[in-house]
């Protein structure tokens, strides 16, 4: 049983002929008349006493006449809340944003959620990609702040921005003598690097960049920390190097180990991930709007970006 087999026995109650009642349906009446036999043959009854003149509803067809017209009431309840709601900014929203966005991003972009969303109760969390996408699918959160693309087909990814990745060099580290805007990921061998522990995206677009899984080996330790901000410690006080995203950088602009890439710039590109499902679209759209309007403008406006993939040295799949 289907609802469009539904509306055409609404429609032949309604015109009591199937001529007419094709008509208004806008099908033919061969293909009016099918639909319903196909459903008769279903209920082992008929619908209409086609003897009578004009055309009448046996005592089966009354009964699924009426439960058609309760289906469509309800139906049409529905859409009408879902219209409702697609428009509605307050309510409880679930929001998951990656470890290596959320401390620069957050605090440019919240100050403007709470002042245009007054009404809009927000949950933040800190979830790795691996993380996020599982608890999206089961819809454990809503929205997700991430770097894409992805490579699951069950999740619709709204892009919001590209965001460049700057080097952080020792003032003792060879590429420090290289001027910003010349350096090239030559420049930042791979024994020299540190970087972020196994499970982190950026992780994977930093051994990209250095394709090659040795790291480290040139300053006596080897460490994979979970925070970017300890990177950048260790390698003001003991060497070496690693790579921090672009709005980490423009937290403190005139540091001295801050070095940027020739063109094009490896960049991620950062967006919303939602629920292919997910109907608050005037929310995700005002999102959208003030996730972008945080950030500069020439993260958002078409650049040479060289945007990194997410696969790892080997090619295979990265754990996000």
């Not at 005592?59 to 309800?74: F, W």
């Not at 966005?101 to 245009?116: C, Q």
Request: glycine content about 4%; overall charge neutral; proline content about 7%.
């Amino acid at each position: 049983m289907t609802l469009q087999q539904l509306k055409y026995v609404q429609a032949v109650a309604r015109e009591r002929h199937f001529g007419r009642a094709a008509e208004a349906c806008r099908v033919s009446q061969s293909t009016l008349s099918m639909q319903i036999k196909k459903l008769e043959s279903l209920l082992g009854s008929p619908l209409f006493d086609r003897t009578a003149s004009p055309l009448a509803l046996t005592t089966v067809g009354s009964r699924v006449l009426q439960t058609a017209q309760n289906m469509t009431v309800e139906l049409d309840d529905l859409a009408a809340w879902l219209t409702q709601s697609t428009e509605r900014l307050d309510g409880k929203l679930t929001m998951a944003v990656l470890p290596t966005i959320a401390p620069a991003l957050l605090p440019r972009v919240m100050p403007a959620v709470t002042a245009h969303l007054p009404q809009l109760g927000i949950q933040l969390l800190e979830r790795t990609t691996a993380d996020m996408v599982a608890q999206l699918s089961k819809g454990a959160i809503d929205v997700g702040i991430l770097s894409t693309p992805l490579d699951v087909a069950k999740l619709r990814t709204v892009p919001l921005y590209m965001e460049p990745l700057h080097a952080y060099v020792h003032p003792d580290h060879p590429s420090a003598n290289i001027p910003s805007g010349q350096l090239e990921a030559k420049h930042l061998p791979p024994e020299s690097m540190l970087l972020l522990e196994e499970g982190h995206c950026f992780r994977a677009q930093a051994l990209q960049m250095c394709a090659s899984e040795e790291r480290g080996c040139q300053l006596g330790y080897r460490c994979e920390s979970g925070s970017i901000e300890t990177l950048k410690r260790l390698v003001r006080e003991s060497g070496g190097c690693t790579l921090i995203p672009g709005l980490e950088a423009l937290a403190n602009p005139d540091d001295v180990h801050l070095r940027t890439f020739c063109s094009p710039e490896p960049a991620r590109e950062i967006s919303l991930v939602v629920r292919p499902n997910w109907h608050r679209e005037a929310l995700l759209h005002e999102l959208k709007t003030l996730l972008t309007e945080a950030v500069p403008r020439a993260y958002r406006h078409t650049k040479p970006y060289r945007r990194l993939s997410w696969e790892n040295v080997s090619g295979q799949a990265h754990r996000r």
